[in-house]
């Protein structure tokens, strides 16, 4: 699995990126931690119903994963 960011388009209504640039949000850092939050926020529900999350489906036999971040945990 690559960690090296990929392009993707995502379409905001120009008024609202307008507004985001003038108060000096950078639209690509907020929509990446939208994405972060929302799936945190999946992956806790699932865990609340007795579902398996992508961080557990994800550990290694050796019995370390990579977190949300990508970052490599023991």
């Known amino acids: 699995m690559s960690r090296e960011p990929q ?3 995502v379409r905001i209504p ?4 307008k507004k985001a640039h003038a108060v000096g949000l950078n639209v690509s850092q907020v929509c990446r931690k939208a994405i972060k939050d929302a799936v945190s926020r ?3 529900k699932k865990d609340v119903a007795g579902a398996t999350t992508a961080k557990q489906t994800a550990q290694t036999t050796d019995g370390t994963h990579d ?3 990508g970052e490599h945990v023991v």
């Open 7 to 9: 392009m993707t388009t």
């Open 42 to 44: 999946m992956e806790q």
């Open 14 to 17: 120009p008024a609202l990126r």
């Open 67 to 69: 977190d949300m971040r």
